[in-house]
């Protein structure tokens, strides 16, 4: 199939033997790792190739210049077109849609396609509701039976323009030639998730209004072309500050957020036997508690904890309290306990935050 393009498009023999060497390597890099096992495909392109989305579609263009476009000459097929997976097919007589699902599903064995019919003079396709009239279609907005209206919530610690992205799509409802009542459903749809997920109706009723202007100037000026993208960490609102001094230069800024659900998720790499983390020593006369973090073994901050009780070294609060009232401490297994194990850094602050508020409500 490569050759056959190549040799369309590039008369040179010895540059399509050498591209077809290195898409062959590329291509034959298809293993995974699953259990400590390697698999290697047997069919098809490797998951998360950044070639395999095009080697698809540059097969699936092959197939149709082969098979659907003779379908198209011979009218066997009236109208025809095709998004990825998804294809929309017109044809006059009912009876043939098996037949032409059947010729479709010979084409390659590995290439299986399944027929959705209309129904109630209406089908879906990609993001679109095409419902058949007497003499015109009306078109509306699909939004698949699995569609949670969930964004990520408007108090959420993510940029604003990542927030608001998920509202973006209202640039379809403004574009595609839609009825006004289908216009207005979608509306009523996008304001719904908009208020389920804290956001003001203002905001989304000015990203409409943009939007709209945006659609009246199509061509980006030459200002915009020569704008260079780069990314910023964002840990919070007061990375604006920075980012203002970039105005009106043509360094235009994308947030990068940190907070990521894989990082929340996978585990933080820690001694299970001597974990660092949160702890809380208690007083054993008053049972007062004190938290404090370490980065070390905690047993270790433990025994540091005691040596300043002995040295008599005010640098803890714990000895401090202890000496100052003649209270008892220890032993260990009596006095220290974990409360959180976790490794330095900014989540380590904010998990004992968290604890000395708790044992301060308590008291
Ligand atoms: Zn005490």
Not at 12 to 19: A, D, L, R, V, Y
Not at 72 to 86: A, W
Not at 337 to 355: F, I, P, S, V
């Amino acid at each position: 199939m490569a050759k056959f393009w190549l040799h369309k498009s590039l008369n040179n023999e010895e540059m399509n033997g050498q591209i077809i060497l290195l898409l062959n390597t590329v291509v034959e890099q298809n293993y995974f790792q699953y259990n400590d096992q390697f698999f290697k495909l047997a069919k098809g392109t490797a998951m998360g190739s950044p070639i395999s989305g095009t080697i698809a579609e540059i097969y699936l263009q092959h197939t149709e210049n082969e098979y659907i476009k003779q379908w198209l000459d011979s009218k066997e097929i009236c109208y025809y077109k095709c998004y990825v997976d998804d294809i929309i097919l017109y044809n006059q007589n009912k009876t043939q849609a098996e037949q032409i699902l059947h010729n479709i599903n010979r084409i390659d064995e590995n290439l299986q396609y399944k027929i959705t019919t209309k129904e109630h003079r209406s089908i879906n396709f990609l993001d679109l509701t095409i419902h058949r009239k007497e003499n015109n279609i009306d078109i509306s907005i699909y939004s698949k039976a699995t569609n949670t209206d969930t964004t990520i919530h408007y108090l959420s610690n993510h940029p604003f323009e990542q927030k608001i992205a998920a509202f973006r799509y209202i640039n379809r409802m403004i574009t595609l030639s839609i009825s006004q009542a289908n216009r207005n459903m979608e509306w009523a749809t996008i304001i719904s998730t908009a208020k389920n997920n804290g956001f003001p109706e203002n905001i989304i009723r000015n990203l409409r209004t943009k939007l709209a202007l945006k659609k009246q100037k199509q061509k980006p000026t030459t200002k915009e072309l020569n704008q260079k993208w780069v990314p910023f960490t964002f840990f919070g609102p007061a990375i604006r500050r920075i980012i203002n001094l970039f105005k009106g230069s043509n360094i235009k800024i994308a947030f990068r957020t940190t907070n990521m659900i894989h990082k929340q998720l996978s585990k933080e790499p820690f001694n299970i036997q001597n974990p660092s983390g949160i702890y809380k020593l208690k007083c054993n006369t008053c049972n007062k508690i004190y938290v404090g973090q370490s980065g070390r073994a905690i047993d270790i901050r433990y025994k540091e904890q005691i040596r300043y009780v002995r040295t008599n070294n005010p640098q803890s609060a714990y000895a401090i309290h202890i000496l100052q009232n003649r209270h008892e401490y220890g032993p260990s297994n009596n006095t220290l306990q974990l409360l959180k194990a976790c490794t330095k850094g900014m989540r380590m602050n904010c998990w004992e935050a968290m604890y000395i508020q708790k044992f301060h409500q308590k008291e």
